[in-house]
């Protein structure tokens, strides 16, 4: 399913579940699972092998996958990605750093947020007052969860470019139902991508099996001027492969 929502350099993974039998972590993230309970010892073995499989249609030969300090993938040099999993879906996504500067995606189970209070935590009141408008127009969407979501696709997208956190509320999320497309504003000073500074990101989501997925991409022919599109290439619509 990612694959839909992004761009053509970008190879993906994804598997609906875990293999049978104990998890059989690759040498050299062996450490990285010693105090980890079972179903996170799956969750990881899963998406980390994903994350191979993508690799490998880069021509990438097999290698462990670590992660830093804020356990954010540590991917081998020249390539890009993001590595999502939730219950039921584990998946990962690479690009070759000479294509896109950073990528970002997320899956969650498509349904409300638990609490109402992570939904101000995540939010302004701009937002929520998009959010309800979202909720007439396509009722069929837990728009909360969605912009939950393309947060933490924009957060990941943001991380490796910059090596700092970007709170829930420095970027506003405004969605676009009928292309199912987004674009998240930045509230604060963005990096700057090959000399030209980042306002915002692009992306795309989609509801399909109980999953919620949301992705984000920032291109290296980012342009400048005014007028011009200073911010990430959006995703690639649903359908339109």
Same mark, same amino acid.
Not at 9 to 29: I, K, L, M, N, R
Not at 108 to 128: I, K, S
């Given at each position: 399913?990612?694959?839909?929502?992004?761009? !053509?350099?970008?190879?993906?993974?994804?598997?609906?579940?875990?293999?049978?039998?104990?998890?059989?972590?690759?040498?050299?993230?062996?450490?990285?699972?010693?105090?980890?309970?079972?179903?996170?010892?799956?969750?990881?073995?899963?998406?980390?092998?994903?994350?191979? &499989? /993508?690799?490998? !249609?880069?021509? +990438?030969?097999?290698?462990?996958?670590?992660?830093?300090?804020?356990?954010?993938? +540590?991917?081998?040099?020249?390539?890009?990605?993001?590595?999502? @999993?939730?219950?039921?879906?584990?998946? /990962?996504?690479?690009?070759?750093?000479?294509?896109?500067?950073?990528?970002?995606?997320? /899956?969650?189970?498509?349904?409300?947020?638990?609490?109402?209070?992570?939904? @101000?935590?995540?939010?302004?009141?701009?937002?929520?007052? @998009?959010?309800?408008?979202?909720?007439?127009?396509?009722?069929?969407?837990?728009?909360?969860?969605?912009?939950?979501?393309?947060?933490?696709?924009?957060?990941?997208?943001?991380?490796?470019?910059?090596?700092?956190?970007?709170?829930?509320?420095?970027? *506003?999320?405004?969605?676009?139902? &009928?292309?199912?497309?987004?674009?998240? &504003?930045?509230?604060?000073?963005?990096?700057?991508?090959?000399? +030209? &500074?980042?306002?915002?990101?692009?992306?795309?989501?989609?509801? !399909?099996?109980?999953?919620?997925?949301?992705?984000? *991409? +920032?291109?290296?022919?980012? !342009?400048?001027?005014?007028?011009?599109?200073?911010?990430?290439?959006?995703?690639?619509?649903?359908?339109?492969?």
């Amino acid at each position: 399913m990612i694959e839909e929502l992004l761009p !053509r350099p970008v190879t993906t993974a994804e598997a609906f579940g875990d293999p049978a039998g104990p998890p059989v972590p690759f040498p050299g993230e062996e450490h990285l699972l010693a105090h980890a309970v079972p179903a996170r010892r799956r969750e990881f073995t899963t998406a980390r092998a994903c994350a191979r &499989r /993508a690799l490998g !249609r880069l021509g +990438v030969p097999p290698v462990a996958i670590p992660y830093d300090a804020d356990r954010a993938p +540590v991917w081998p040099d020249g390539v890009v990605g993001s590595i999502t @999993h939730c219950t039921g879906y584990r998946a /990962a996504a690479v690009a070759r750093a000479t294509d896109l500067a950073s990528l970002g995606f997320d /899956a969650e189970p498509h349904g409300p947020l638990e609490h109402d209070g992570v939904l @101000h935590m995540v939010t302004g009141a701009q937002e929520r007052a @998009h959010l309800a408008e979202l909720a007439r127009l396509r009722p069929d969407v837990h728009w909360d969860r969605a912009l939950f979501s393309a947060k933490e696709s924009v957060f990941k997208a943001w991380s490796p470019l910059t090596g700092r956190w970007l709170d829930f509320t420095e970027a *506003t999320v405004t969605f676009r139902p &009928r292309t199912e497309t987004f674009t998240a &504003r930045l509230l604060v000073e963005g990096p700057l991508v090959d000399g +030209v &500074r980042l306002t915002g990101f692009e992306g795309g989501f989609l509801v !399909r099996d109980g999953l919620l997925l949301t992705a984000t *991409t +920032v291109s290296r022919s980012v !342009r400048a001027g005014p007028g011009a599109d200073n911010g990430p290439r959006p995703a690639r619509p649903r359908g339109s492969r």
